[in-house]
């Protein structure tokens, strides 16, 4: 049976026409692989052109759309006529029509939490760079070496002020370079473009922690905020994040034989399940019964908290009160678990673990600033020779 393309009009927004091609049989839609009736051609016309332009610009579009139309229609009903290259080429060309943004987008609403918010960060600043527009045969190592020097000069979508962090335009760019590696798996690219592109530098940042004695001395000042006090020194004893914390239920939290505290915790970036053994003396800042089944188990254990720049106003008073001047935040409690692991002898991999990193690598930054540290030290005896 041939297949016959015809040549449709949808109305769309400010008075224009979309074109598109109406195929029956329907065809097979080379990205789903399911068959469909439409094909949007990404032209429009005027419903009613009122200047010359508008007219020439009707009269031109639909003569281009019918050529598309026309050469559609002899592909899929006249294939013998190409070789196996020139059918090959034809596909090249097809896919390289396609709009690499909008793929962005598809692959970005295929994440799951902390990540998907990552991506569609990322795209806010692909969309000004493109203006939303750029086809996968347009694409090269140049456009990507502009795109990155883009993301290194902008202003932060978050701040009229300031410009566009290192590490955030580290993030945004490897979310590209993500997507260029799927399409070149997914056939579309036909080389490897991602391999050839050099990723950004990561700048290298502090990770602000506590001392025991600081953690201590944080325990015995009063906070404005006692379950912000109880959470953040939740967050010290376990290393987990406050999102993991707010999230935390009591169905989460289980005993083994040895009467031995575990939480099921889920990364909000990995999103895999993580078991954790925790002491007791962290169980008992959940302010929960011995037995933990014995509490609602559908119940958030930190029923109430919650953590914002509101929140920050509470936990920078109890830091001063405490008489300790580092600028720390939430996220330094978990940084403080993880140096003090470390500081005590744990070895990294069981860090790494506790922590639910899915890289060493990520764990190792907590171990150069040990390594730091311990360096330091070497200097605070001297004798004098």
């Given amino acids: 049976m ?42 429009y016309i005027y419903e009613k052109p009122k200047t010359p332009f508008d007219k020439t610009h009707n009269i031109e579009t639909i003569k281009l759309a019918n050529s598309i139309r026309q050469k559609r229609q002899n592909i899929l009903n006249k294939p013998e006529i190409y070789n196996d290259i020139e059918r090959e080429q034809l596909r090249a060309k097809e896919m390289g029509e396609q709009c690499f943004v909008e793929y962005f987008k598809k692959l970005a609403n295929k994440r799951k ?22 086809i996968f045969a347009d694409l090269s190592e ?22 566009l962090s290192q ?18 798996k997914d056939g579309i690219l036909q080389t490897d473009l991602n391999a050839k592109i050099k990723p950004i530098k990561a700048a290298d940042t502090r990770r602000e922690f506590l001392t025991l004695d600081e953690l201590n001395q944080l325990v015995k000042t009063p906070c404005n905020n006692p379950m912000l006090k109880r959470a953040a020194l939740f967050s010290a004893l376990t290393g987990m994040a406050h999102k993991e914390i707010m999230n935390m239920k009591w169905k989460d939290i289980s005993t083994n034989d040895k009467n031995e505290y575990l939480v099921l ?13 925790i002491a007791a003396q962290a169980y008992s800042l959940t302010d929960g019964a011995a037995n933990p089944k014995d509490m609602a188990q559908g119940e958030n254990v930190f029923e109430g908290f919650t953590y914002s720049a509101y929140h920050n106003k509470h936990l920078y008073q109890w830091i001063g009160a405490a008489g300790i001047t580092k600028d720390i935040t939430f996220h330094c409690f978990r940084h403080t678990y993880a140096t003090l692991q470390l500081f005590n002898g744990t070895d990294i991999y069981t860090v790494s673990k506790m922590l639910g990193h899915k890289d060493l690598k990520t764990t190792q930054i907590y171990a ?9 030290t070497t200097n605070k005896i001297q004798l004098d020779m």
């Fill in 113 to 134: 939490a902390s990540n998907h918010d990552n991506w569609v960060s990322a795209l806010k600043y692909l969309e000004p760079f493109t203006n939303g527009k750029l």
């Fill in 2 to 43: 041939t297949t016959k393309a015809t040549l449709r009009e949808k109305k769309i927004s400010k008075g224009r026409k979309s074109l598109y091609l109406d195929f029956y049989p329907p065809i097979t839609n080379q990205e789903t692989g399911k068959p469909t009736r439409r094909e949007f051609l990404g032209l």
């Fill in 265 to 277: 915790s889920k990364r909000q970036k990995t999103q895999k399940d993580n078991y954790l053994p």
């Fill in 167 to 184: 590490n955030s335009a580290v993030s945004y760019f490897n979310k590209v370079k993500a997507a260029l590696k799927q399409a070149y």
């Fill in 368 to 376: 150069k600033i040990v390594d730091e540290a311990k360096r330091d």
């Fill in 142 to 163: 140049k456009k990507f070496e502009d795109f990155k020097e883009y993301l290194l000069t902008t202003k932060s979508n978050k701040s009229d002020k300031a410009t």
